[in-house]
């Protein structure tokens, strides 16, 4: 694991050798969820995905 120079992303990388990044700024991860979505979270996905979480609108 480590730690892109602005500590905004994580880097990991599997027993299989492949590379993942984990974003780690908050606007940045609503960003990438919201373009990979294509909309914001509904309230069965908000309520499995972030429990005890008040929902907010990300995508808007």
Request: aromatic share 6%; glycine share 14%; proline share 2%.
């Amino acid at each position: 694991m480590a730690f892109s120079a602005d500590g905004g992303t994580l880097y990991s990388v599997t027993g299989e050798g492949v590379v993942r990044r984990h974003l780690l700024d908050e606007g940045r991860v609503a960003a990438a969820v919201c373009a990979r979505a294509g909309r914001t979270m509904t309230s069965r996905e908000w309520q499995l995905h972030l429990p005890g979480i008040q929902r907010f609108e990300m995508c808007g």
